[in-house]
């Protein structure tokens, strides 16, 4: 089997030639159809996540070994079943649940595997989809896909489970305004979701135009370019000067993080998904004084990805693949997708 390695941060993606493992137990071998390009790729190309005041968390603190195969949106087609795999044969259409967990600690006992205290979620702690074929542990981690073309499904699996988990709590509040912040891979998933499943009125802000004009087509009710002067007193006007009831934040750097709070209005909903990263400060008494509510949002479990499948099948969500590429491109994907080039998703398919 063909992979593209991460080697090292910063360093380009290693083609790696090895056999073709052969699967046992519960394992399936999967041929990778398309593997979607997430930004979470680009924090592991990098090697951490930062963390404000020239403080950075290193993957491999986190348990991230390199030489690691990257991909966590993968959708393939089942080549091999393991003896104890059922469910699954040769030939069936897949979508692969990344976020394994322990199975054991108390988030995964509840089914929620992408909370795990020790993860070992595909394309992170263990190899991924930049592959023409990946050993999935479980056939426990895989769900159908009939209906859906694998390029569309990839984003299922990540970007469109995680805004799906991220606006489901925005919407604890039944907001009449929500204010989406970013319209890449996520937040475009994320306005689709929320126009789809919430009855609030929604808010783009991103600093590229031509992103805001994709939020438009894909459903936003107003956008605003938050590279404008006045950003914050655009999104006040749009809300009756009361501000936002929720705020889901798909960048969550501090810009992005201080415009958010700035116009939450009291008893609002603050839900921080990005990993753009940095600190703020903030004034503790608005927190209390406003009874406000910040929370995070990661991932999503095997339910909701399956929920999401049936939206997508459904024709009420359509993510936006703009472009393919091979596996030898794996580097031009990434670095692409750095450059902010990339419009909703880029997938690779091996
Ligand atoms: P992306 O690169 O596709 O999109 C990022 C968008 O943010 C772009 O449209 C860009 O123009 C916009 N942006 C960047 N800086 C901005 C700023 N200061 N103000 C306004 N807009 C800005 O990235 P993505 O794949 O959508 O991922 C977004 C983030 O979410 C990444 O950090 C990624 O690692 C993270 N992520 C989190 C989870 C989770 O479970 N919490 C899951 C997947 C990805």
Redesign the pocket.
């Known amino acids: 089997m063909n992979s593209a390695k991460i080697v090292g941060p910063g360093e380009p993606l290693t083609a790696v030639s090895t056999e073709t493992p052969r699967p046992s137990g519960e394992q399936v071998l999967v041929k990778v159809d398309a593997v979607g390009v997430?930004?979470?790729d680009l924090?592991l190309w990098e090697g951490g996540y930062d963390l404000g005041d020239g403080k950075f968390m290193k993957v491999t603190d986190r348990g991230v070994k390199y030489p690691v195969t990257p991909g966590h949106e993968i959708a393939g087609t089942v080549e091999e079943a393991g003896g104890e795999a059922s469910g699954f044969s040769k030939g069936d259409r897949v979508l692969v649940y990344p976020w394994i967990g322990c199975t054991e600690c108390p988030a995964c006992a509840a089914g929620n595997e992408n909370l795990c205290d020790t993860p070992r979620s595909m394309g992170i702690f263990q190899d991924g989809g930049y592959a023409d074929y990946v050993m999935i542990p479980s056939y426990r981690y895989l769900a159908m896909l009939d209906g859906v073309g694998a390029d569309t499904a990839t984003s299922l699996a990540?970007?469109g489970l995680?805004a799906y988990t991220a606006i489901k709590k925005a919407n604890a509040n039944s907001p009449e305004y929500m204010v989406i912040?970013?319209?890449?891979?996520?937040?475009l998933m994320g306005i689709q979701v929320a126009k789809a499943i919430t009855k609030a009125k929604v808010i783009c802000?991103?600093?590229?135009d031509e992103?805001l004009r994709t939020a438009s087509e894909m459903g936003a009710d107003h956008t605003v370019n938050?590279k404008e002067p006045g950003a914050d007193k655009a999104i006040m006007s749009i809300c009756n000067q009361k501000g936002a009831d929720s705020v889901v934040d798909?960048?969550n750097?501090p810009?992005?993080a201080r415009l958010g709070l700035d116009i939450l209005r009291k008893r609002g909903n603050m839900v921080m998904?990005?990993?753009?990263g940095g600190s703020i400060e903030m004034s503790l008494v608005t927190i209390p004084l406003k009874s406000i509510v910040i929370q995070g949002?990661?991932?999503g479990n095997y339910t909701d990805m399956t929920e999401l499948i049936k939206l997508a099948r459904d024709g009420v969500i359509n993510p936006i693949i703009s472009k393919k590429y091979t596996l030898a491109e794996a580097n031009d994907a990434l670095t692409a997708?750095k450059e902010?080039k990339?419009i909703g998703r880029a997938v690779i398919n091996p």
Do not use: E, M, Q
């Open positions: 997430c930004h979470s924090h990540c970007s995680t912040i970013g319209a890449g891979g996520l937040g802000v991103d600093l590229d992103k938050s798909f960048v750097a810009p992005t998904v990005g990993l753009f949002a990661y991932t997708l902010r990339i």
